[in-house]
């Protein structure tokens, strides 16, 4: 109920905050006499229900700039020849689509207008890099709850074992995340998401892959762009509901799975949109809100046998007799005995692990102040919270950690068409977010444990009997951003465009550890900031963006060239001498980053090209890396991490030549080669130093050293629907070796000492993903029945294997983990009453319940069972303790669910449209 409550703030503070459009498109196209193919000057071309529109010059050709993408009707129209029409025109963002009309003269016997159904290109010609784009009708078929999931059916994207997305090899950080052409980053991660749109309130999402233009910056691996949808001219509602759960045959494994609910996992989502009626007659001022609320128990569980407050004692107790000899003398016997006290003050329930609730809001609107300057103001709202599952806190769930996140992201466009040919965009945007993790909110509640309530260990590996995490986080940024952009298409061959960006950073952070051991503190308690328990900073990096770059385009080659540049400043004090921290600290200096792209595409045939795309591509490491630890506090035992303010960019340069080619109507190859050489990546170096006290220390900080480099070979082919043809499906095969230095975490501390550099050994990332296959198959039989399938076949990332007791030292990530694949499926069923349209549906997740491992014991390879020292971690001494209350089994403790991914899952819903 509080986050429904929420809706309704929204929505009052929708009215004074501020949207942006996104990337549009170009149309371009010539107007001939079809009778003698003679060019036919003042024809006027216009995209319908628009204000967008053009004539043609001398020679016959037109162009259209500043297109929104969608789909359109596009109208030609000359005195004494008959208007053409061409309906389903798909505009796509940063693309050209082309247009040509052969006008027919106008006679009494043939004066209406000719109606064409525009067939989109499988090949873009003017494609310089990879990209793959998909609309709200393909977004809306698929089996997927969120935009990543149809990231994932792209050739080279891959998930990792955590959920993180890669594309090419990166790392998971390198991707940018754009609405409507502008960043949604978390600034502490980087690109992390600060903010979510859901699938209703998206037009388009394109995703680059390869060397993206020079708009784009701070990414090294890829660029993700939601355009999404406006209002329009008519109302529109729609309304989903679906709800699900759980239904696996591996209840051996997941706990409680054979416990079914059929409203454990709810959605509930909306949109509607229409004409701002109360401003007038006018109905291009338009609105659109969308709301999404989600709810999920998880598939994870524990049961709630102890509370954290509860007690147990394992140490060694003794017991002393006495007695008299038959001389009279009394003697002493001292016996060792383990008799253990475990309190079990839980109420045995069983308890969700992984619970995450949410609830996404977006509200939109556009105005039409003139014909040629049209403002859009735009808000998004999340608000999550959700639990991660710790499998030592099985049976004390309640003593794990809550996190909390909230993002508002205020923005507004203003387009100002000058001429036909030139128009500028201006947009602003305030960005806001939240990140909360704590057990409870507060850190004097009485309900933290006493950390001594736990006395002496078990001789043998098992489960958490009490206690609580007792660390707290806050994480609050603002982003303040300002943007400029102006595009001309200078003549028929040269479309230009420059712009400058502006981003400061507040950056709000502390985190502390809850002190309470009934010894020194006896009631939960916060250090100062003097102490290494305590950090806290507030600091305002900011960054400064410039680029311009041309298209140009002639009939047998088209060119995107471009140059951009970059500025960092972080504000903030670094340690001069890395051996010696405790000493002179510098403000760090300004990084200036400078970054030439090329692209090119070569029409080898009508529905074919050659492309070749090459760039520089920095991006500053996470500014979280930046700031850790900033008093460079030293404790009195272990290895603190400090952060480096003054850590250069990450670079990384990228080659790309591929192949697209249409095959007939109906089928496309696409075959595309890359390599992508990375520097200066994130490494974490420990360091002994003597302190200016006299005494030896280590510490960990964030150095520029690592190098990595990734190559491979996409292969994509796509099939669409057509006449009498009800299917349409796409297969993606990607092949890479994603690679990096085996970098010691004493390298940096060893180099210094001996002057030279360590050999470098090239092995596997965490992150490379060898071969991976997948493919979306959607079925249409017959008119309301919907079918869509998407399956994924990907080998195991790489795990460096551990063999006890051996001499054998294994190279690092020289082993793989298995195959993971899964097959999911959407099944639905439309049909009209009147106007309203209805839709029934199914999502069926992980189809065949197949058990996919994530992580796995590194002696074994897998997940379900390790040898590793299984003497040491169940002695014989634990196991005369099996079957007494509180005590749990060695077998229990390395049964691992969250090891695998999740289980089957079905979900079943309907729709409502009108």
Known sequence: MRMFAKLWVFLIVLVSTSLFAGNTGKIVGRVIDKSTGEPLPGANVIVKDTQLGASTDLNGEFFIINVPPGTYTVECMMVGYQTIRYEDVKI?????????????????????????????????????????VTSAEEIE??????????????????????????IRGGRSNEIAYLVDGVSVENPYSTNGLGVRVANNAIQEMSVVSGAFNAEYGNAMSGVVNLTTKDGGKKFNTFFSAYSGDYLSTNDALFLNIDDVDAFANHNIEGTFSGPLAFLGDNKNHTFFLSARYSNSEGYLYGVREHLPTDSANFNLKTRITQYKDDFGKIVTIREVYDDWYIELNGDGKVVPMNPSESINLLGKMKFEILPNLKLRIQSIFNDSKWENYVHTYKFNPE???????????????????????????????????????????????????????????????????????????????????????????????????????????????ESFTIQYDRNLYNEPTVLGLNSPSHDKYETYPRQISAYIQDKIEYSNMIVNAGLRYDYFYSDFEYSVNQLQPDGERKQA???????????????ITAKGIIHFSYGHFYQMPSLSSLYVNPEFELPTSGTPLFGNANLRPQQTVIYEVGLKQQLGDRYALDVTGFYK???????????????????????????????????GITVSFNKRMYKNDPIAATIDYTYQIAEGNDNSSSAFFYNSLSGRETIKHILPLDWDQTHSLSASVTLQPFTGLNMSIIGFINSGYPYTPDVPYSTYDALPNSERKPVRRTLDLRTSYSFHVADIRYELFVKIYNLFDTKNERYVFDDT??????????????????????????????????????????????????????
């Open 92 to 132: 796509q963002s940063d693309q050209t689509t082309g247009l040509d009309f052969k006008m027919s003269e106008q006679t009494l016997e043939m004066d209406e207008e000719i109606t064409v159904i525009a067939e989109r290109p499988m090949v873009r010609k003017d494609l310089t890099a990879s990209k793959k």
């Open 141 to 166: 078929a698929l089996p997927v709850e969120t935009f990543e999931g149809i990231m994932l059916t792209q050739a080279g994207v891959t998930k990792g074992a955590g959920g993180e997305i890669h």
């Open 399 to 509: 003593g794990t950690y809550n996190y909390f996140s909230n993002g508002w992201h205020n923005s507004f466009q203003l387009t100002h068409t000058l001429s036909q040919s030139t128009f500028y965009e201006l947009k602003g945007a305030f960005k806001q977010r939240e990140f909360r993790q704590y057990v409870y909110e507060d850190p004097t509640d009485p309900r933290y444990a006493p950390t001594d309530k736990i006395q002496g260990s078990t001789p043998g590996a098992t489960f958490a009997f009490g206690g609580t995490q007792m660390g707290h986080v806050y994480s609050d940024s603002r982003t303040y951003l300002g943007k400029f952009d102006i595009t001309s298409q200078l003549n028929k061959r040269h479309l230009v465009k420059s712009g400058i960006e502006a981003r400061l950073y507040q950056l709000d952070n």
């Open 589 to 603: 200096t300004p990084k200036h980053m400078f970054s030439p792209r090329l692209g090119v595409s070569f029409p």
């Open 677 to 711: 050489d990375i520097r200066d990546l994130l490494a974490q170096q420990t360091i002994t130093f003597r302190s200016l006290e006299g005494d030896r220390r280590s510490y960990s900080i964030y150095r520029n050293q690592d190098y990595g480099n990734v190559k």
């Open 861 to 914: 390879g897998r997940a379900g069972y390790t040898y590793f020292y299984r003497n040491i971690n169940e002695t014989e001494e634990f196991k005369e303790h099996y079957g007494e209350p509180g005590v749990h089994t060695y077998d229990e403790y390395i049964t691992r669910p969250h090891y695998y991914t999740a289980p089957r899952e079905v979900r079943v819903g309907f729709s409502v449209q009108l």
